[in-house]
């Protein structure tokens, strides 16, 4: 699964991943929308499976989705619904106190993950 989010780090994260991508049975590209557009995000989803496609990486399904609640418990529900066994993401590129006071997905994901994670800073 790749927890996308148009960042430096998530498309580091993406081209750092692709080896294992290229071996998936399957890969689930998810974006949890957060103060942006639906439109603007569902083409960027859009623009990352391509981008898998040309590296011979097929995207099976692309899931856009509004943060219901804290971003890092939609993509590990995910996680489980879809049985997914790898999440790639981008590590959060700010200072330890900067996550300490606003919190953060990728501590969240290193905490609480029940599958591996590849994160790329």
Known sequence: ???????????????????????????????IGEGESESHAKRTLSDVAAYLLRHRVAAAQEVWQQARGPVAAE???????????????????????GEWIFGGVTHELL??????CMLSH
């Open 75 to 97: 993509l590990l529900r995910h996680v489980q619904d879809e049985k997914a066994d790898l999440i790639v993401a981008g590590g959060y590129g700010h200072s330890r106190l």
């Open 111 to 116: 905490a609480s993950s029940p599958v591996c």
């Open 1 to 31: 699964m790749i927890a996308w989010k148009d960042t430096r780090e998530c498309r580091r994260a993406v081209r750092d991943a692709l080896p294992f991508l290229q071996q998936a049975k399957e890969v689930l590209l998810v974006g």
